[in-house]
């Protein structure tokens, strides 16, 4: 399993902008379709997105789509959630998560979690 390590989470004004990071050791994050979900509490995991081995086809929540982009250096092993123009609803904590296969589609059960996710709070 690839250990994961999310960062680039805080607080934000509504409108605001976060770039997290997803940074992996052990193993090369390229060899891996990645994905963002997250998690409020008391609900299940969402799906945000999700990006190819090699970077050329990605999946947006349509939450999300327009103001979301996912980005990948496998170079420095990272996967990146540039996020944009947030909003209240976007408060969660966010994962990523890797599939070895072929899929990056939105079912969380389908990848495999390694971190303890970031805190993303957009107050209004």
């Known amino acids: 399993q690839v250990q994961l390590v999310e960062s680039g989470g805080g607080l934000v004004q509504a409108g605001g902008s976060l770039r997290l990071s997803c940074a992996a050791s052990?193993?090369?994050?390229?060899?891996?379709?990645v994905g963002w979900f997250r998690q409020t509490a008391g609900k299940s995991r969402e799906f945000v997105a999700a990006i190819s081995r090699s970077g050329t086809n990605s999946n947006f929540a349509d939450s999300v789509k327009g103001r979301f982009t996912i980005s990948r250096d496998n170079a420095k092993n990272t996967v990146y959630l540039q996020m944009s123009s947030l909003k209240v609803e976007d408060t969660a904590v966010y994962y990523c998560?890797?599939?070895?296969?072929?899929?990056?589609?939105?079912?969380?059960?389908?990848?495999?979690?390694g971190g303890q996710g970031t805190q993303v709070t957009v107050s209004s």
């Open positions: 052990g193993r090369s994050l390229s060899s891996y379709n």
């Open positions: 998560a890797t599939n070895p296969g072929g899929y990056y589609g939105s079912s969380p059960e389908r990848y495999d979690y």
